[in-house]
């Protein structure tokens, strides 16, 4: 888009696509050296939404479109409360261009799609995080006693061990065990 904007004319349109191009490759390089995913995917919905209503205020209709994508990525890049706030925002400050948005019905529409593609992602992101914690309860809890399995006592002893690092104070460990424990367990 940015060289096809920058052919057509639409320089700053077509620079502002490079520029947020740009940020796309700098985060994802510097997510993949530091792992710092979610400091990165802050600053990529914060990139996007403010790329999106950059394009709404320089390219006319075709700007509010890309909204759509934008708002369903910042439920997909960050917890639902910042997204909801960065979507909101997004919203507003597209729904405010003139040049986009010439008609109070055009604005509307456009309002009231933009929360609805919102909610369905809100949704969406919600179910996706239950069921990761599903998943992880699944991974890590025995079905019949709700006490931790294996490899829930490891994710509990790294964070004691964290913890006894950084104030300092020892940490013990006692182990049991118990003669004939499967027949406890089955009854």
Known sequence: FAIYRLLSGQIIAGYIDLLIV???SLGSVHAYRK???????FFLAITYSMGCIAVAYVAGAAGPLWAYAVLLSNFLLVERKRATVISA???????ASSLALPELTNKAAFVVSSMTVCLFAFVFSWRAELQHQQLEDLASLDPLTGARNRRGMQAEIEIAMTTSRQSRKPLGLIIFDLDHFKRINDR
């Open 35 to 41: 792992g710092r995913t979610q400091a990165v995917a």
């Open 22 to 24: 740009a940020c796309i």
């Open 89 to 95: 925002c997004t919203i507003a400050a597209v729904a």
